[in-house]
């Protein structure tokens, strides 16, 4: 793993020349954005193609010892780490399509999939959570009554289209409910980086089509009531007063500077 400023330096290790897959990290508008590659030289396909996006900080480079890994492999992986990002949809990604998985054997799949899954576990330890799954299980029977009376409640009312919205802030992620509607399609500007977003959404099956609109199949955290009501309107959208809560009808703003003046008072 290297930040942009050193991976001339990066490059030049013995590492980076063999196979393997590269994840490229950093941020457009203000959000992030990923990028998963693959080569047969890492170093010369970073230095042939990718250093020509402006957006990325950071490289994570994967290879294995003894430069182990052929084109088909990394082929395998590149397409299985780009599916699984997407259906995480925590980050859209630069890439434009979805690569097929290539043929391996059976033995290869299962050696692929074993460092696949040590992989996954050494990512989250270098602070890389392009696969830290924000789709959120629903709330067991058992706990609903002490979370409806815990946390904070949310509804977002698109009357003109008909849309309705649930959303619950939960150690402080902000969480639309499974069953709450979106726009049937993104409306607002390409340029918006919620646009990737909701295309992810609808990639991973976290947005279906239901009649006129999209429903939400899973709980989802977003990292903001902006982001959740842009994906919620299809268009570019302010959360801080869309989002009002249950059953006072405060504005999430308002609701917030209360929070904000009972603990300065406390």
Same mark, same amino acid.
């Given at each position: 793993?290297?930040?942009?400023? *050193?991976?001339?330096?990066?490059?030049?290790?013995?590492? +980076?020349?063999?196979?393997?897959?590269?994840?490229?990290? $950093?941020?457009?508008?203000?959000?992030?954005?990923?990028?998963?590659?693959?080569?047969?030289?890492?170093?010369?396909?970073?230095?042939?193609? &990718?250093?020509?996006? *402006?957006?990325?900080?950071?490289?994570?480079?994967?290879?294995?010892? +003894?430069?182990?890994?052929?084109?088909?492999?990394?082929?395998?992986?590149? #397409?299985?780490?780009?599916?699984? +990002?997407?259906?995480?949809?925590?980050?859209?990604?630069?890439?434009?399509?979805?690569?097929?998985?290539?043929?391996?054997?059976?033995?290869?799949?299962?050696?692929?999939?074993?460092?696949? &899954?040590?992989?996954?576990?050494?990512?989250?330890?270098?602070?890389?959570?392009?696969?830290? *799954?924000?789709?959120?299980?629903?709330?067991?029977?058992?706990?609903?009554?002490?979370?409806?009376?815990?946390?904070?409640?949310?509804?977002?009312?698109?009357?003109?289209?008909?849309?309705?919205?649930?959303?619950?802030?939960?150690? $402080?992620?902000?969480?639309?409910?499974?069953?709450?509607?979106?726009?049937?399609?993104? +409306?607002?500007?390409?340029?918006?980086?919620?646009?990737?977003?909701?295309?992810?959404?609808?990639? #991973?099956?976290?947005?279906?089509?239901?009649? &006129?609109?999209?429903?939400?199949?899973?709980?989802?955290?977003?990292?903001?009531?902006?982001? #959740?009501?842009?994906?919620?309107?299809?268009?570019?959208?302010?959360?801080?007063?869309?989002?009002?809560?249950?059953?006072?009808?405060?504005?999430?703003?308002?609701?917030? #500077?209360? *929070?904000?003046?009972?603990?300065?008072?406390?």
């Amino acid at each position: 793993m290297t930040p942009r400023t *050193q991976i001339a330096a990066a490059l030049m290790r013995t590492e +980076a020349r063999h196979a393997g897959v590269y994840i490229l990290i $950093g941020e457009q508008e203000g959000e992030p954005r990923a990028y998963i590659g693959e080569g047969e030289d890492i170093a010369e396909r970073l230095k042939a193609h &990718d250093v020509r996006k *402006q957006w990325w900080t950071t490289a994570v480079l994967v290879t294995a010892a +003894a430069n182990k890994l052929n084109k088909a492999h990394v082929r395998y992986l590149e #397409a299985r780490l780009i599916a699984e +990002a997407r259906l995480t949809g925590r980050v859209p990604l630069d890439n434009g399509t979805t690569p097929t998985v290539p043929s391996l054997s059976e033995a290869d799949i299962a050696k692929m999939e074993a460092f696949l &899954d040590n992989l996954m576990v050494v990512l989250p330890a270098v602070r890389v959570d392009l696969f830290i *799954q924000r789709a959120r299980p629903p709330v067991p029977t058992a706990a609903v009554v002490a979370v409806e009376s815990e946390a904070p409640r949310f509804t977002l009312d698109y009357r003109k289209r008909a849309i309705r919205a649930t959303a619950v802030l939960v150690n $402080g992620e902000f969480i639309v409910e499974a069953g709450s509607l979106a726009r049937e399609s993104w +409306a607002g500007l390409e340029t918006h980086y919620c646009a990737s977003l909701f295309a992810e959404l609808v990639r #991973a099956v976290i947005l279906v089509p239901q009649g &006129d609109h999209n429903v939400f199949t899973q709980n989802y955290a977003f990292s903001s009531p902006s982001a #959740a009501a842009a994906i919620v309107y299809g268009r570019s959208a302010n959360g801080q007063v869309a989002w009002r809560t249950e059953p006072s009808g405060l504005t999430y703003r308002d609701w917030e #500077a209360l *929070q904000l003046d009972r603990e300065a008072n406390a």
